[in-house]
T-cell receptor, first 115, second 112 residues
């Protein structure tokens, strides 16, 4: 068990719906990440939070809105998504984010299907 | 810029035979390198990491990887494959700001 949990594990939503993905880490880490994993494509970094501050937005469309209320919780709010947004969304955490590369620990992911 | 190339998209081995998954990296400075594994419908699990200590890195489940600077390689090996090793494996290089750059992945199939 990695110590990073994600809910829900599966989500089906229409293009006009609003939903949120939740991630929680129990590792005492200070950095959290959202990734998108689509079929046949490398893992894409979406957002990075370090000590609750967003430090990276990798040109993600505004229909994805992250929120990090504290170092243990990370949300991804979804609205007016497109079918091409269907993917596995992975959350990860690491000790912190900085010059060095710390290993990241991943949750099991949320399988999102946009209809 | 950091990048990784996984040389094989699919590798098939028989149970009990050695595993070799190949990875080459490109880095403008001394890299941090990782191997992750992803079983079907699961998240990614860290197998091992290299951070400039020993060049031969031992990981979980009998896997190890050797950092070869002259060849810019970080190949993953295991002496004897087990059915439970069937999964997708990702070679990863660390970048500034703790951004991880993932390879495209290698799917390992283990035949009985």
């Amino acid at each position: 068990e990695t110590g990073v949990t994600q809910t829900p594990r599966h989500l089906v939503m229409g293009m006009t719906n609003k939903k949120s993905l939740k991630c929680e880490q129990h590792l005492g880490h200070n950095a959290m990440y959202w990734y998108k994993q689509s079929a046949k494509k490398p893992l894409e970094l979406m957002f990075v939070y370090n000590f609750k501050e967003q430090t990276e937005n990798n040109s993600v469309p505004s229909r994805f809105s992250p929120e990090c209320p504290n170092s243990s919780h990370l949300f991804l709010h979804l609205h007016t998504l497109q079918p091409e947004d269907s993917a596995l969304y992975l959350c990860a955490s690491s000790l912190k984010s900085g010059i060095e590369s710390y290993e990241q620990y991943f949750g099991p992911g949320t399988r999102l299907t946009v209809t | 810029a950091q990048s990784v190339t996984q040389l094989d998209s699919h590798v098939s081995v028989s149970e009990g035979t050695p595993v070799l998954l190949r990875c080459n990296y490109s880095s403008s400075y001394s890299p941090s390198l990782f191997w992750y594994v992803q079983h079907p419908n699961k998240g990614l699990q860290l197998l091992l990491k290299y951070t400039s200590a020993a060049t031969l890195v031992k990981g979980i489940n009998g896997f190890e990887a050797e950092f070869k600077k002259s060849e810019t390689s970080f190949h993953l090996t295991k002496p004897s494959a087990h059915m439970s090793d069937a999964a997708e494996y990702f070679c990863v290089v660390g970048s500034y700001g703790n951004k991880l750059v993932f390879g495209a992945g290698t799917i390992l199939r283990v035949k009985s």
